[in-house]
């Protein structure tokens, strides 16, 4: 197994020396150290429990940085049968997932964390990662979840954190295993991980993952494909260590637009019952095909004296192809005329053609030395970050229209008009950035230290899109950002830390959807200025029995200023709204005993927004944002068998939020419990047989509404899944 070298004392000339040659790289930190060395050695000590961050800006330990961070580990995505990020994300409160507007249904992991969007707030092995795609835990180590403003450590965006996904490395020593699953709506799925030692410093990993499964309480969706993470290390437990590796994904998936609203509690557009949940409203020829590719090569050589100089370089590029049929309900969007079997819904066809593609190069020193009577632990890099988004349009049939379907018998094998080949028209937009950061841990002494960090970033968007027609529409925004983060600990005890800490990010015109806009008053116009996040946190964290159990509690407030409102004397479009979201995060991850083990979190906060209104209305809160959300995972192990329980909760969410004025449709999404159960058995040495049950009390609840609210998603049934592990 690849070990961390230790590091010691370097002098403040020496740092300066090799910031100066680092800066011609033009690359910045890559947030991966010798990742499989720190995550196995914890592994087999507390399964759950996680000390450091691979993130090579945060320079403490983690009971030392002021912030809240969770760190969700691959034991527990395992105990869980967890495959997507979604279903890894139940694991932290304060997430929510999202649907879409209207008729359509938004593609890919979309979800919100404390009120704000994590669109584009996604990272892997520290780079952003782009592309609407369902992402699978296959080829996942852990997820870091960073809450709070974030735009020192990431750049654009992050008003509410970042998620950073750790991608498995080769390492030395022999390792192989695979399983298969099989489960209710024809699950089928199987993985494998070999790691195989080639030389006394090299190896290479082969993760792979294969699946054909349907979902549980829906006919005729499916999510099927496969997916291949390669890692080649070589110069392991040396000064200089090269890690290629690379991660391709297929995906042929059948897309689900939901079912209709009607006779849910709420729904005020049309009276009658409630539609079967199993009713699929596309067709059986809609599709949704994915794929995605990245290629990584990274670069570490220790410059002796605890110093430390990495570089990374990545190509990804995402294709997502789908055509989705979607109901589109509303005050006219159900006909009521006869019987009850008579009646018919509305429904619209999208169709997305979409590249994303990445170009990054990251430079990255960090060293410890000693300097005005403080210990500092430093990091410092650059970056050149180039992103690209083209989406294609493409034409139908003369007045083609999407025909209605029944109501309480949708026939998914209604002919449906095709879309025809790209018409030419294209809108597209690109990102060209330019970054450097430092982040110091500076201990002034046992008791105490500052924990900061500073980034700019000169930004350029550019916004090319034409017609099919050939108009030609180009917009162009170039701004410089800077973001920072300063934090004081004070430790009561060595197993504590008290912190108080403020961070900013800077959200320039569209940031979020590579689109700039030429319409006065609209946020994503170049002419205005950057939406400014900041966070105040004060918080604790403790490690308890003997260093098992890590527990945390923080309070905090986040707010995002300068956001388009409609000032209501002049009538004018100014820059004066905000949202504010406020609140409290207690979490315990860790061991109880050495046989029982934990990871458990929960969030009450308070959202609103101030002075932020259109011409016809007053916005009073943020949607999707539960005041209270709680999980608990918890596994006992009784010598060859281990139990395991889980529960989440999640409190109201609203979809309406305006001051005053007709609701429509669902205004909200109601409160729910969902639990989970899990039983394992150690056959052998070598194979373990572990059985999910989910959904355990068989609950109907809503797991997301559209913007418009009148079409819904219901989260699974009682469901189950049995997996075999093999280790050979």
């Given at each position: 197994m690849a070990s961390i070298r230790s590091r010691k004392h370097s002098t403040p000339v020496h740092l300066l020396a090799l910031l100066a040659a680092s800066v011609p790289a033009a690359g910045m930190a890559q947030q991966t150290t010798t990742l499989p060395t720190v995550?196995?050695?914890?592994?087999?000590?507390?399964?759950?429990?996680?000390?450091?961050?691979?993130?090579d800006k945060m320079t403490a330990p983690l009971v030392d940085t002021p912030k809240t961070i969770q760190i969700i580990k691959k034991e527990v995505l395992e105990e869980q049968g967890a495959v997507t990020l979604m279903e890894a994300l139940r694991n932290t409160p304060g997430i929510t997932m999202q649907m879409g507007e209207n008729g359509n249904t938004s593609a890919g992991d979309t979800f919100q964390l404390r009120g704000f969007s994590l669109q584009q707030s996604t990272f892997v092995d520290g780079i952003r990662d782009l592309g609407a795609v369902t992402r699978d835990t296959f080829n996942l180590e852990q997820v870091e979840i960073v809450?709070?403003?974030?735009?020192?450590?990431?750049?654009?965006?992050?008003?509410?954190?970042f998620i950073n996904l750790i991608s498995k490395q080769a390492h030395l020593g022999d390792e192989n295993s695979a399983s298969g699953t099989i489960g209710t709506a024809s699950r089928k799925r199987a993985t494998v991980d070999l790691n195989k030692q080639l030389s006394d410093t090299s190896a290479f990993r082969l993760n792979a993952m294969a699946q054909?499964?349907?979902?549980?309480?829906?006919?005729?969706?499916?999510?099927?494909?496969?997916g291949v993470g390669l890692s080649y290390a070589a110069g392991l437990n040396t000064p200089t260590r090269v890690f290629l590796y690379s991660q391709h994904l297929r995906q042929n998936n059948v897309p689900d637009g939901g079912i209709p609203g009607i006779g849910y509690e709420g729904y005020t557009s049309v009276t009658g019952p409630k539609v079967r949940r199993e009713n699929f409203y596309g067709s059986v020829n809609d599709r949704e095909k994915v794929d995605a590719d990245m290629f990584t090569v990274k670069v570490e050589h220790d410059l002796g004296e605890g110093t430390t100089v990495r570089n990374i370089t990545r190509y990804g590029k995402t294709h997502m192809d789908r055509t989705l049929t979607g109901v589109n309900t509303g005050t006219t969007g159900i006909t009521t005329t006869g019987a009850l079997s008579a009646w018919t819904v509305n429904r619209s066809r999208q169709r997305v053609d979409q590249d994303n593609t990445i170009l990054a190069n990251q430079t990255n020193v960090s060293t410890r030395f000693s300097a005005g009577g403080m210990q500092h632990s430093l990091a410092a890099g650059v970056e050149l970050l180039h992103e690209k988004q083209n989406s294609f349009d493409h034409g139908t049939a003369v007045a083609a229209s999407t025909p209605a379907a029944n109501l309480y018998n949708p026939d998914p094998f209604q002919s449906m008009y095709v879309f025809g080949p790209r018409t030419g028209g294209i809108t597209s937009g690109t990102t060209n950035t330019i970054s450097a950061y430092v982040f110091d841990d500076a201990k002034l002494n046992e008791r105490w230290s500052i924990n900061g960090g500073l980034r700019a970033d000169v930004y350029k968007l550019s916004t090319d899109n034409v017609t099919a027609a050939g108009v030609r529409t180009a917009l162009e925004d170039t701004r410089s950002l800077m973001s920072a983060s300063i934090g004081s600990v004070y430790k009561p005890a060595e197993n504590g830390s008290i912190y108080a800490s403020i961070a900013t990010s800077a959200t320039p015109p569209g940031a979020n959807n590579f689109q700039l806009s030429a319409t006065a008053g609209n946020q994503a116009n170049a002419a205005l200025d950057p939406q400014q996040t900041n966070t105040v946190e004060l918080g604790t964290k403790w490690e308890l029995m003997d260093k098992r159990l890590n527990v945390a509690a923080a309070v905090f407030r986040t707010t995002n200023d300068k956001q388009v409102t409609v000032d209501p004397i002049t009538n004018a479009s100014v820059q004066e709204g905000k949202t504010q979201v406020q609140g409290i995060e207690l979490s315990v991850v860790g061991q109880i005993t050495r046989l029982w083990q934990i990871t458990a979190g929960l969030a009450k906060t308070s959202t609103k927004q101030i002075n932020q209104q259109t011409a016809t209305a007053t916005t009073t809160g943020v949607?999707?944002?539960?005041?209270?959300?709680?999980?608990?995972?918890?596994?006992?192990?009784?010598?060859?068998?281990?139990?395991?329980?889980?529960?989440?909760?999640?409190?109201?969410?609203?979809r309406f939020v305006n001051a005053a004025g007709a609701q429509g449709n669902l205004p909200n999404v109601p409160a729910y419990w969902v639990a989970d159960a899990m039983v394992g058995y150690q056959l052998t040495d070598k194979v373990n047989l572990r059985l999910n049950v989910y959904n355990l009390f068989d609950k109907e609840y809503l797991m997301t509404v559209n913007n418009g609210g009148g079409r819904l998603a219901l989260g699974a049934p009682r469901s189950a899944a049995l997996t075999a592990n093999v280790k050979f």
């Open positions: 995550t196995v050695k914890e592994a087999a000590d507390v399964p759950y429990k996680a000390d450091t961050s691979t993130n809450k709070g403003a974030a735009g020192a450590e990431t750049g654009r965006g992050a008003a509410s954190g054909d499964s349907g979902v549980d309480g829906r006919d005729y969706v499916k999510n099927k494909g496969y949607r999707w944002s539960p005041d209270l959300t709680a999980t608990v995972w918890t596994s006992y192990q009784l010598d060859k068998l281990t139990l395991g329980f889980g529960t989440r909760y999640t409190s109201e969410a609203k």
